[in-house]
Nanobody, 120 residues
Framework: QVQLEESGGDLVQAGGSLRLSCATS????????MGWYRQAPGMGRELVAA???????SYSDSVKGRFTISRDNAKNTVYLQMNSLKHADTAMYYC??????????????WGHGTQVTVSS
C-alpha cells in the first residue's frame, strides 16, 4: 500500500521560512520522481517543484529562487524548503509521486496535504 504523509505546514509571517516533509512508504523511493503541488482556495492545483530520481530539480516561476526541493533516499523522504514566504504562497501543499513528474503528468499517488498559511 502506497502512503505519502506530508508534515511541516504552519502559520508563518511573510518573509519567514518553513520546511515541508513528505515521508513515503510502499514505493521504491529511489526509482520515483517526487513533486510538491499546492492548491489555494478557488484555484487549480499547481506544480511548484519536482525532483527526478537522479536528483534533477525544476521549479515554477512563482517559487524559483525561494523554494528548494530535495530528497533523502535513505529516509524515503522528500523535502521542500520554503524561504521568503509571501501571502500568495498560502495554500494546501501536497506531495506526489510518479515515474516522471512534469506539468503534463498527473501523478499516480498523492498525500493528503499540509496547510501553509502566510500572514501579510
Amino acid at each position: 500500500q502506497v502512503q505519502l504523509e506530508e508534515s511541516g505546514g504552519d502559520l508563518v509571517q511573510a518573509g519567514g521560512s518553513l520546511r515541508l516533509s513528505c515521508a513515503t512508504s510502499g514505493i521504491i523511493f529511489s526509482k520515483n520522481a517526487m513533486g510538491w503541488y499546492r492548491q489555494a482556495p478557488g484555484m487549480g492545483r499547481e506544480l511548484v517543484a519536482a525532483i527526478s530520481r537522479r536528483g534533477d530539480t525544476s521549479y515554477s516561476d512563482s517559487v524559483k529562487g525561494r523554494f528548494t526541493i530535495s530528497r533523502d533516499n535513505a529516509k524515503n523522504t522528500v523535502y521542500l524548503q520554503m524561504n521568503s514566504l509571501k501571502h500568495a504562497d498560502t495554500a494546501m501543499y501536497y506531495c506526489a509521486t510518479a515515474e516522471y513528474i512534469t506539468v503534463a503528468v498527473i501523478p499516480d499517488y498523492w498525500g493528503h496535504g499540509t496547510q501553509v498559511t502566510v500572514s501579510s
